[in-house]
Every structure is written in C-alpha cells, then in structure tokens.
C-alpha cells in the first residue's frame, strides 16, 4: 500500500531563513511525487513534481525539492521564506504500478512565516 | 497550468435537502476527475474518481447513493449531495488531470457546505 507521511504538523521559519517541509513516502516502485500549497478556504495549487531524471526539482514561487531514494524522501525547500508562503502544503505520491488512479496525501504541515 | 473552476464555493443549505457541486475543467479535456473530502485541519479524504462516460468509483466507506457523481462531459463533473445532514458540512474539492498518470491534477477553489 503507498502512503505518504509528513512528520511535523507546523513549521515556524523567520522570514529569510531557508524553509524545509519534509516528506517522505511508501510505494511500489519508482514514485510519482507532487508538492501543493493550500491557501485558507481555496482549492489546492500544484508547486512541483518529480516523475524521472534530476533529483532536485524546481517549482512555482521559488521552491524546490530533492528527490532521495535511499532515504524515501521528497523534502519540499526555498532558501529565503518570505511570508506570503505561510499557508498550508501537502506532499502526494502516486504510484506508477497500481492499476486505480488514486494520489495518496499526507496530512499537510502548515507553514508560519514569522515577519 | 490549467484551469479547473468549482461553484458555488460556499452554499448552505436545509437538512434534508440535496446539494449540487460542479468542476468544471476550463482550458481542457479531463477523462478522469477526482472528488475529495476536507475536515478542519485534516487532510484530504478522496471520496470518488469520476471517469467521463462510466460510473464513478467510490473509495470504501462513501455511500455513493448519497453522493452522486456523473461525469457528463470531458470538462465538466458534478458531485450532488442528497438529503444533506449537518454531519455532510464539509469542505468539498474537485481536481482533474490533463492527461497521462504522471501528470499533475489542478484543483478546483473548493466548496463550503454548511447544512443548518
């Protein structure tokens, strides 16, 4: 069975600081990993995704992740929060070998910008 | 990216009564369409893939004769909430994809249900 674990519930970062939200997963096979934010009260929006080939993936605002196999993770980071990025981010795996179409998400790790 | 719109983005409504949500993909064709379920400071619970032409599959535990799911179109799913209860108050998102299975989903805004 895949599944996907975000181990804090909330980050707190001084704006400026690097930022990391970590991610790490369980499926068959290679993974399909995928990185959204959450603002309050709106849909999710895609920020990145890694399929196959470099492990360090950039995305939207800045952000960037690091595929690492041997660890099982996909840490979400950017080198300067700023703290329009507080919000909530989920992380989601989606395995190429299982036959339904389902994208398994963690439970989310809100970001707090502190100004 | 895409465009995937979700309306209304909040509605309340009587117990007892049923409730309509559309997702509509705005600048594509989505063949597969995913509804999800949001409880306050979880996270997203999927209820049901919706293929356009077929009958949705819903995930275990969702009463599919209580939400009804009918992917008419390649651009336009709906989720129907019948005979709402208080308990049925939720955030309810769509999302769907452009095509291969390695490809994202873009997700619609979301709709608050508040059943009084």
């Known amino acids: 069975a895949q599944s996907v674990a975000q181990p804090e519930d909330q980050v707190n970062v001084a704006e400026g600081n690097p930022l990391t939200v970590k991610c790490t997963y369980s499926v068959s096979g290679n993974p399909y990993l995928f990185w959204y934010v959450q603002y309050p009260n709106r849909g999710l929006q895609f920020l990145l995704k890694y399929i196959t080939g470099d492990n360090l993936v950039k995305g939207s605002y800045g952000f960037e992740a690091e595929f690492n196999k041997s660890q099982t993770s996909f840490h979400l980071k950017k080198p300067s929060a700023l703290v329009s990025d507080s919000a909530l981010y989920f992380c989601a795996v989606r395995s190429p070998l299982n036959r339904d179409d389902k994208i398994i998400f963690g439970k989310g790790t809100r970001l707090h910008i502190l100004p | 990216g895409a465009v995937v719109s979700q309306h209304p983005s909040r509605v309340i409504c009587k117990s007892g009564t049923s409730v309509k949500i559309e997702c509509r993909s705005l600048?594509?064709?989505?063949?597969?369409m995913f509804w999800y379920r949001q409880f306050p400071k979880q996270s997203l619970m999927l209820m049901a893939t919706?293929?356009?032409?077929?009958?949705?599959?819903?995930e275990q535990g969702v009463e599919k004769d209580k939400f009804l799911i009918n992917h008419a179109s390649l651009t336009l799913s709906t989720l129907t909430v019948t005979s709402a209860h208080p308990e049925d108050s939720s955030f309810y998102i769509c999302?769907?994809?452009?095509?291969?299975?390695?490809?994202?989903?873009?997700f619609g805004q979301g709709t608050r249900l508040t059943v009084v």
């Open positions: 600048d594509f064709q989505a063949t597969t």
């Open positions: 919706s293929n356009e032409g077929s009958k949705a599959t819903y």
């Open positions: 999302s769907a994809r452009k095509g291969q299975r390695n490809t994202e989903a873009f």
